[in-house]
């Protein structure tokens, strides 16, 4: 008689023990799945903080009218260093009143070539590059007029400047 008893207190001591295990491994799953969310949101910042550290500023520029080549002296102000071999140079080139002078579209803008050669390597912080961007297919650009350009790299703000032929 007394064997009758012990049945239900035994069904509540396993109902307790598998409620428990239930709970220990929906904790295990979750704790987890935020500590490889966590983990992947931390690395996601530290690349936005990189990329948005990344500058460039123009030191100097010259341009060869017999070529029709753009010489810009680049000099990475921000802290991390911009690889060269990723850079695609968009950019736009205007005269004095506005005009689009080199124009893809409605966006008022192009991609220029920048030789293989010169566009290559890293600019460390603080270290200065020379590139040179090919404005030939711009079309014609008459001798003594001034003309802005505006060229935006994958990583940095715009650089911008004025130059003469």
């Not at 799945?33 to 123009?58: D, N, P």
């Not at 079309?139 to 130059?163: C, D, V, W």
Request: proline fraction near 2%.
């Amino acid at each position: 008689m007394n064997e009758k008893g012990m049945t239900p207190l035994i069904a509540i001591i396993l109902l307790m023990v598998m409620t428990i295990a239930a709970g220990a491994g929906a904790y295990y799953w979750l704790t987890n799945m935020q500590e490889r969310t966590q983990m992947t949101i931390e690395h996601q910042h530290g690349e936005l903080v990189r990329e948005s550290t990344a500058s460039l500023a123009i030191i100097s520029h010259y341009f060869n009218s017999s070529e029709e080549v753009l010489e810009l002296d680049i000099q990475n102000t921000g802290k991390v260093s911009v690889n060269m071999r990723s850079v695609r140079i968009v950019g736009m080139l205007q005269d004095l009143n506005g005009n689009a002078v080199c124009a893809a579209g409605n966006l008022n803008s192009t991609n220029f070539y920048c030789s293989p050669s010169v566009c290559t390597g890293a600019i460390f912080p603080n270290a200065i590059k020379r590139i040179k961007v090919n404005v030939s297919e711009c079309g014609t650009l008459n001798a003594g007029e001034m003309y802005y350009y505006e060229f935006m790299f994958e990583k940095g703000a715009p650089i911008s400047g004025y130059f003469s032929k």
